[in-house]
């Protein structure tokens, strides 16, 4: 079972405030990933990171922000949200064993996701 | 760039069907492949995988099997339950950065009594 945890699981807030959505794991995965996950299900790779002060952007554009001070923590920050924000957020880590001189093997663990409705 | 195609939903099935979900992809080195499923309400998890040409992946009754000649990782079960109804997603991840996975679209299977 995974140990990656996301909190809160549902949000409704207003247009304009600020949320932070949380991620953290326990399994010491170098590489975290935050996914926006459409109402037809597809997955878009916002942000990732592939340790401690490492942060890139994803393939979909997002107005989100993310940081990575700790190895097991990666919050995605949103500083005005607005009703086009609206959606699933999934949080993801894996091994970055290429910097152990090892094969990776790709596996992503997944938490159980944040639900965002911006009103 | 790599893309994983996979057919597409939703599929109604009766309990005890046999089930193909059916997922070719373009890659340009030697990935590694993926089905994994998100059941109502979850985050995902991965279900199978195979990391070279012919491996055979298989958990739950489901198998899927590594076809570099067709470019395909069909994921197969003899008979689904109820239980089985998901989101199954396809997915690739190149051996050699592994920079990224590779999502496809997701397939939304429901199996009825």
């Not at chain 1, 207003?14 to 996950?37: A, F, N, P, R, V």
């Amino acid at each position: 079972e995974a140990d990656i945890y996301q909190t809160p699981r549902y949000l409704v807030i207003g247009t304009g405030k600020k949320i932070t959505l949380e991620c953290s794991q326990t399994m010491g995965h170098d590489k975290m990933y935050w996914y926006q996950q459409d109402p037809g299900m597809e997955l878009h790779l916002i942000h990732y990171s592939y340790g401690v002060n490492s942060t890139e952007k994803g393939d979909l554009s997002s107005e989100s922000t993310v940081s990575r001070i700790r190895t097991e923590h990666f919050p995605l920050t949103l500083e005005s949200a607005r009703p086009s924000h609206t959606s699933q957020y999934l949080c993801a880590s894996s091994e970055y064993l290429q910097k152990r001189g090892r094969p990776n093997t790709g596996e992503l663990f997944f938490g159980e996701g944040s639900r965002l409705t911006v009103l | 760039g790599d893309s994983v195609t996979q057919m597409e939903g939703p599929v109604t099935l009766s309990e005890e069907a046999f089930l193909t979900i059916n997922c070719t992809y373009t890659a340009t080195g030697y990935p590694s492949l993926f089905w994994y499923v998100q059941y109502p309400g979850e985050g995902l998890q991965l279900l199978l995988k195979a990391t070279k040409a012919d491996d055979k992946g298989s958990n739950k009754g489901f198998e899927a099997t590594y076809r570099k000649e067709t470019t395909s990782f069909h994921l197969e079960k003899g008979s689904v339950q109820v239980s089985d109804s998901a989101v199954y997603f396809c997915a690739l991840s190149e051996k050699t950065s592994y920079d990224k996975v590779i999502f496809g679209p997701g397939t939304s299977l429901s199996v009825i009594p």
